[in-house]
């Protein structure tokens, strides 16, 4: 379940501290380290996965899981009137820098598109 040597599993496994947010079996949510906005939450499954094109059709259930902590926490964070940002980014040319997967939601702020 856990990879040896991933900052998120060891973050899941409580051996790093972070700013939880939000917890149950399957998933773990915390601010991050260098916030891109004033809500910037990680939310991450505590199964070690590396990215979006590892996942398979049994991990349909954790990925929807996922989306809908995001919501929870853009409610609670009061994000949801002004609206909100869901970033999930898949290998290099995303930016994907660490490779366990996480969505990043982001609030408090006007964002602009596209991306760059
Ligand atoms: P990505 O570029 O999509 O892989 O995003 C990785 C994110 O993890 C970045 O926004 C980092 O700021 C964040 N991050 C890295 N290490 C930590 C940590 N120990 N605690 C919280 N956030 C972190």
Known sequence: MSKAGCIFCKIANKE????????????????????QAPTHILIIPKQHIE?????????TGMIGGLIVA???????????????????????????EVFHIHLHLLGGRKFTWPPG
């Open 16 to 35: 790093i501290p972070a700013k939880i947010v939000f917890e149950n079996n399957q998933i773990l949510a915390f601010e991050d380290v260098r916030p």
């Open 51 to 59: 990215k979006i094109s590892d996942l398979t059709e049994s991990d």
């Open 70 to 96: 995001a919501k929870d926490i853009a409610n609670k964070q009061a994000v949801e009137k002004s609206g909100y940002r869901i970033v999930l980014n898949c290998n290099k040319d995303a930016g994907q």
